[in-house]
């Protein structure tokens, strides 16, 4: 059966985020998994994504890259889910946080990177603890990043925040483990984890 919402993804990529927000939305969908490499580099895949990576969401004609990006285009295409609140300004602020410096953050510090305190200015992070005092604020304030309700913003950042947790990229503050316990039950992301670890590769 052909459904007009497909995903490419990967099992070992942020496309595991893009799977969360679509079982939230409850829509039927479509997951064609490609393997890192030339797969991804095909011409006819990038023809879809130039960049060859994943995810991808098409939807019809339309075609959405980047997870941040497909959070927030399933939350308004699909309103009935009730991912985007009625204040936005919270939640666009927390959706591209983590998509933006939080995300920049993570992967500078994972790579030993060092930003010389005089170039800090030329980050969109400034600096890791700046980060995570940024954060460590919002999820003192609120159960959720927009407010009181969960959001396609806890879908985006609270992935990250919950990968950072469990690979040792993020310190595991109170405020940080107290908002992943909170969301990692979900059902829809239950449900897409187990659909992604069952396409995991097999071990040898």
Known sequence: MEHDLVLYSNPMSRGRIARWMLEEVGRPYEVRYLEYGAPMKAPEYRAINPMGKVPTLVHGARIVTEYAAICAYLA??????????HDRSAYYRWLFFGAGPLEAAIITKALGWQVPE???????????????AALETALSNSPYLAGETFSAADVATGSQIGFGLQFGTIEARPAFTAYWDRIRTRPALIRANDADNAAMPAKE
């Open 76 to 85: 308004d295409t699909f309103p009935e889910a009730g991912l985007v609140p």
């Open 118 to 132: 005089d170039r800090r200015g030329m980050v969109g992070f400034g600096s890791i603890e700046t980060t995570y």
